[in-house]
Structure formats: structure tokens, C-alpha cells
């Protein structure tokens, strides 16, 4: 009984990562999905979840590819932008240091979006990854770092089974 209880909310958290990521996404569309090089996801401070849950981790990537279905790149940002969000939500899940945990999403996304982005709009590589990583910064760090400084006061309500230190 215990164990399906631990399933259960699981998959509600992840129901509702996904969810939120979706929602925050879509609300802030011009931003998420910048046609240009400027792209900012406010969903992306999402990101640091997977210090807190595991369920951040299949969260995140349904929450990415529910919200890139609607992205005017297309299929390819639906396919390389999920995977590129279940590698760093993975990463960032193994990261002891929660200071670091949004290294991973700013790293990966910085070279997997803006390679889509160059072989996509032809946009200068190294621009381009310049650019996905600065948006990733202030998404992950900034707003990601004063959802990690409120979830510290709540993790043992919000995620009952966050063991690290």
C-alpha cells in the first residue's frame, strides 16, 4: 500500500510539473519562443526541480514536448528540445551541489537549442548558443534560484521523499 501511495504522488507530481511548465510556457509565448535569437523561457526555472523530485524528471520533458508542439520551429524543436530537457533534468537530479543543479539545463539547452536554432534560421552558431545560454541563466539562476530559496522553506511539505541534505 505504501509503495502505491509513493507511486501516486509520483506521477502527480509529474502530472503537475508538466503541467505548469506548460502553462508558463504558452502564457509567455513571445518570449519562449523567440524567432529570434532572444529566447527566454520562464518555464525554464523549472529546472531545479529535479534537485527536489525525481518526478521533475519525466515532468519536464512531457512539459516540453506538450509545449513545443506549438512552437514554430516544429517537429525537430519537439524531438531535440525534449530529449535535450530529459538529459539535463537527468543531470541536474544527479547534482549533489544544489547551487550547480542549474548548470546542466544552461549547458545542454545552450548547445542543443542553439545548434536547432543555427541548422533552423541559419543564425550564427556561436551566437546562437550565446544567447540560448544567457536566456537559460536568467531563467534557471535567477528566477530558478528564488523558486529554490521558497521551495527550501517548504521541500519536507512539498516533496516528502527529498533526502539531500
Known sequence: MKSRIKYTRFLSQAAVIAAVYTVLTLAFAPLSYGESMIQVRISEMLTILPYYTSAAIPGLFIGVIVSNLFSPVGAIDVVLGSLATLLAAYLSYRTKNKWLVPIPPIVVNALVIGGMLHYVYNFPLELSIISIA?????????????????????????????NKG
Do not use: N, W
Open 134 to 162: 544567457i536566456g537559460q541563466i536568467l531563467s534557471c539562476y535567477g528566477l530558478g534560484g528564488i523558486l529554490m530559496v521558497a521551495l527550501d522553506r517548504t521541500k519536507q511539505y512539498i516533496f516528502p521523499e527529498y
